[in-house]
């Protein structure tokens, strides 16, 4: 079975930066992608972003394209997700999952962690 915990998520104004990160642990599957989706209120989970098990490979969805980095940490069991210019839509529970592959998909991935609240406000 596998852990996830996300970290990082607050309260800031539009136009500012969240790092929020997540962490592995327990035995799973090697190797792994690590993805990030999001759920704002109302609203179906969305893909952000994930990246490969290397870290070669990464996706993103178009609203956060070119705001949003991640990046995945040497130990290979953690994963970042800088926010920037941050804006009112990106509210949302922020959620880190890990899956056999880089998948744009919730379907993609086999573990969920409990996710973690970012707001924005305007």
């Known amino acids: 079975q596998v852990q996830l915990v996300e970290s990082g998520g607050g309260l800031v104004q539009a136009g500012g930066s969240l790092r929020l990160s997540c962490a592995a642990s327990g035995r799973t599957f090697s190797p792994y992608a690590m993805g990030w989706f999001r759920q704002a209120p109302g609203k179906e989970r969305e893909f952000v972003g994930c990246i490969s098990w290397s870290g070669g490979i990464t996706y993103y969805a178009d609203s956060v394209k070119g705001r949003f980095t991640i990046s995945r940490g040497n130990a290979k069991n953690t994963v970042a997700l800088q926010m920037n210019s941050l804006k009112p839509e990106d509210t949302a529970v922020y959620y880190c999952?890990?899956?056999?592959?880089?998948?744009?998909?919730?379907?993609?991935?086999?573990?969920w962690g409990q996710g973690t609240q970012v707001t924005v406000s305007s």
């Open positions: 999952a890990v899956g056999r592959g880089p998948a744009l998909h919730g379907t993609g991935y086999d573990y």
